[in-house]
């Protein structure tokens, strides 16, 4: 169970983080780059385990 839910978070920040640099890079918004907080928290999150 717990490794599902690992893998559901993983899978939605990679998403997340996919869409933000596409979007960011076609509209030229600094807005749509928060979309790769997550992905960021996420690699300072396994640096610190």
């Known amino acids: ?6 893998l559901v978070i993983f899978l939605t920040t990679l998403i997340l983080f996919f ?3 596409y979007k ?5 918004k600094t ?3 928060w ?3 997550p ?6 999150g ?4």
Do not use: D, E, R, S
């Open 1 to 6: 169970m717990g490794g599902t839910l690992i």
């Open 19 to 21: 869409w933000g640099v």
């Open 24 to 28: 960011a890079v076609k509209t030229q």
């Open 31 to 33: 807005l749509y780059a």
């Open 35 to 37: 979309a790769m907080l």
């Open 39 to 44: 992905f960021f928290l996420a690699m300072g």
């Open 46 to 49: 396994m640096f610190l385990i």
